[in-house]
Structures are given as structure tokens and as C-alpha cells.
């Protein structure tokens, strides 16, 4: 392989559905030339979002914005990012109209939250035709963070 072909820049959408430190961003993103842009989605449960109750959704989806962004820079990543859509897979949509992404990750936490579906890295790959990668986190007290990725190949 030539030395060009390594030095093709991948464009990463990460979407944070969970908050995960620095080094785990970052092996999940990979190495090499990168552009990452950070999506949050405002989760949210339908009946809060249907009588417009997203403040606090909105709050939380900021601050995991905030600390993906800082803890991508504490690891020499630079990154852009927005608070999105209450709904990770109008959040994934929204994002991809604006960044052309070549692949997504998704973070998300290892048991279930409101909002966020078991199934989100199948119906982004359908949908998108993207290569996706699904790392689930926990945070146990008093305990490091745990991680486990699973690689999910394109659709075809």
C-alpha cells in the first residue's frame, strides 16, 4: 500500500449517547488522519418531548457534548459538535446532512436508557449505508469504565 493511501483522511461522526473517557474515544474512532464530528441527541422520553419537556434532555445532551469534546482533546483529537434531535436516529440524520461522514460510532450505554434503542446501529447501517461500530460503556460506581465494541459491516 503507498504511503498516499495512508494518509487519506477519514471523517468520523461519533454520536455520545453515553459519556466515555478520552482513551476509549479515541480507540473507537481510530487512528490515522482524522475529522470527527460529535453528536449528542437530547434524549428524551416521547411523552416528555410530546409535552415539550427537553430542558433537561437538552442540558444532559450538552454536557455529554462538552465532555466528549474536551476528552477528545485531552487525547490530541480535535472535533466539532451539537447538541441533537431527542431521537439518536434523527439526531444521526440531522448531523449526516451537514458532515459527510465515511463511517459512524456509536457510544452508548451498556444497559438500556430512555431513548435509546438496542437495535440503533442496524437501523443506522440500513438506512445510511455507512460502516458502523457500536461501543457500549458502563459506568459502575467506584469502578473504571468498561467497554465493549462490536463492528457491524455495511449494508449491502
Not at 453528536?39 to 416521547?46: C, I, Q, T, Y
Not at 465515511?102 to 435509546?116: K, N, Q, T
Request: include cysteine; hydrophobic fraction near 45%; aromatic fraction near 4%.
Amino acid at each position: 500500500m503507498s504511503a498516499s493511501a495512508h494518509s487519506i483522511e477519514r471523517h468520523v461522526l461519533l454520536v455520545v449517547n453515553e459519556s466515555a473517557d478520552g482513551d476509549v474515544l479515541r480507540d473507537a474512532i481510530g487512528d490515522g488522519p482524522i475529522t470527527v464530528m460529535v453528536v449528542a441527541p437530547a434524549l428524551n422520553s416521547k411523552i416528555r418531548h410530546w409535552i415539550s419537556d427537553d430542558g433537561t434532555a437538552r442540558h444532559d445532551a450538552a454536557a455529554r457534548l462538552d465532555g466528549a469534546l474536551a476528552e477528545l482533546r485531552g487525547v490530541g483529537i480535535d472535533a466539532a459538535g451539537e447538541v441533537g434531535d431527542y431521537e439518536p436516529l434523527q439526531a444521526i440524520h440531522d448531523a449526516l446532512r451537514a458532515f459527510d461522514a465515511d463511517e459512524v460510532v456509536i457510544i452508548s450505554p451498556a444497559h438500556h436508557r430512555a431513548g435509546v434503542r438496542a437495535d440503533l446501529a442496524e437501523c443506522v447501517m440500513g438506512r445510511f449505508g455507512l460502516p458502523v461500530a457500536q461501543l457500549d460503556v458502563a459506568k459502575p460506581q467506584r469502578a473504571p469504565v468498561m467497554a465493549q465494541r462490536q463492528y457491524l459491516a455495511t449494508a449491502a
